[in-house]
């Protein structure tokens, strides 16, 4: 390494951080990277954090090794855990229950009966996804009464859930919760194929105000449906911010060509560099060396952009475009002043290949 520093070195230093931005990343990445199953000691000392943030990474991370039996056994361990707030565990839950589990049922079951009404849905939702009758009901009833906290990874998991039988009361939530919540809301209902989802949508991106269109395009640019698709295409028409920023997830889903994100990538505007580099390193592969050029050209530049949030961006974006010969640009960065960024630096060297 140009720096003298190991990726896994500078993960186990960040491990330690006061900042749960970067202590949550970096250990949801050494549970990832272990040679040990479920990630070994990393995954306890994550899921034991104060902060439930940095717990719910450690899900995330315990999930993606699920193949493994240790990684499901922890999920169900911790859905038991009466210790854990209630999204969290209900995190832990629905995934041990996508993998088929169904020892976390009883643990939920007897949750959600003696939770308060805000705590419910997140308990109730491994048990419906597990087809449970009464667990389809309380989750229902929870989100048609709007009494939710601020928990938009809750909203990504019902999204991902395909429980069709909730959507009514979904949709009844919409009109019920505070404002920052109706995206999450309505990207979830588009995700379970509801036309209350596209009807939000369609609303917030024709807002006169332009913080709401944004916000609606951070939702949807995670949506990956053609329902989606076609709300960018129409979102995408004019010159404002969030006309571009809906072009360049155009670019990131491979249906605008890459020339309009290079070209953004070198705006005086900070937040639509940023954008722009997304978008090349979420883009498909393009069809030769020649064709893949510009974008890599344009990604090398960004890692010396004056701007933080542009060389973090360009960091994951090389890490997505998985080319050995990106190493030797990232490497440099694992000595960098900022741990958050030493932190992507680690994960895009894990991430890239060795090879020619």
């Known amino acids: 390494m140009a720096s003298g520093r190991q990726p896994v070195d500078v993960l186990v230093e960040a491990a330690g951080d006061l900042d749960p931005s970067a202590r949550g990343r970096a250990l949801a990445l050494l549970i990832r990277h272990s040679d040990e199953p479920a990630g ?34 922890l999920l169900e361990a911790t859905a038991a855990r009466a210790d854990l707030d209630a999204y969290t565990r209900g995190a832990a839950a629905v995934r041990a229950a996508w993998e088929g589990s169904d020892l976390v049922l009883e643990p939920m079951r007897s949750a959600w009966r003696g939770a308060e009404p805000w705590d419910r849905p997140p308990l109730a939702l491994a048990g419906a996804v597990l087809g449970d009758e009464e667990a389809v009901q309380v989750l229902a009833d929870a989100l048609a009464a709007g009494d939710l906290p601020l928990e938009l990874r809750f909203f990504d998991d019902l999204g991902a859930s395909g429980l069709t039988a909730v959507t009514p009361a ?14 999450a809301i309505a990207a979830a209902l ?11 949508m369609r609303e917030a991106l024709s807002s006169s105000d332009l913080e709401e269109r944004l916000e609606a395009l951070d939702f949807l640019v995670h949506v990956d449906l053609p329902a989606a698709d076609a709300l960018l295409v129409r979102a995408a028409r ?20 890459t020339e309009v994100a290079i070209e953004s990538s070198q705006s005086l505007d900070r937040e639509l560099r940023r954008l722009a580099v ?19 050209e344009a990604l ?11 060389v973090l961006e360009a960091v994951q974006a090389i890490a997505a475009r998985g080319r050995s010969n990106d190493r ?11 741990v958050v960024l ?10 890239l290949p060795t090879g020619g």
Request: proline share 8%; hydrophobic share 50%; with cysteine.
């Open 342 to 351: 030493r932190v992507e630096a680690a994960a895009a060297l894990l991430a």
């Open 40 to 73: 070994g000691s990393w995954a306890p000392r994550a899921l034991y954090d104060p902060n439930p943030w940095v717990a719910q990474l450690a899900i995330e991370a315990v999930h993606a090794r699920a193949p493994e039996s240790a990684a499901l056994e």
């Open 190 to 200: 588009l995700e379970l194929g509801a036309s209350q989802g596209e009807s939000l």
């Open 170 to 183: 979904l949709a009844t939530c919409a009109g019920r919760v505070e404002p920052e919540l109706h995206m």
């Open 278 to 296: 997304w978008a090349l390193g979420q883009a498909p592969p393009a069809r030769n060396e020649r064709a893949a050029r510009p974008a890599r």
């Open 300 to 310: 090398a530049a960004a890692l010396d952009d004056a701007e933080y949030a542009v």
């Open 238 to 257: 004019g010159a404002t911010l969030d006309a571009r920023y809906a072009e360049l997830a155009l670019v990131a889903r491979g249906l605008a060509p």
């Open 328 to 338: 030797a640009l990232v490497e440099p960065l694992l000595a960098g002043e900022v």
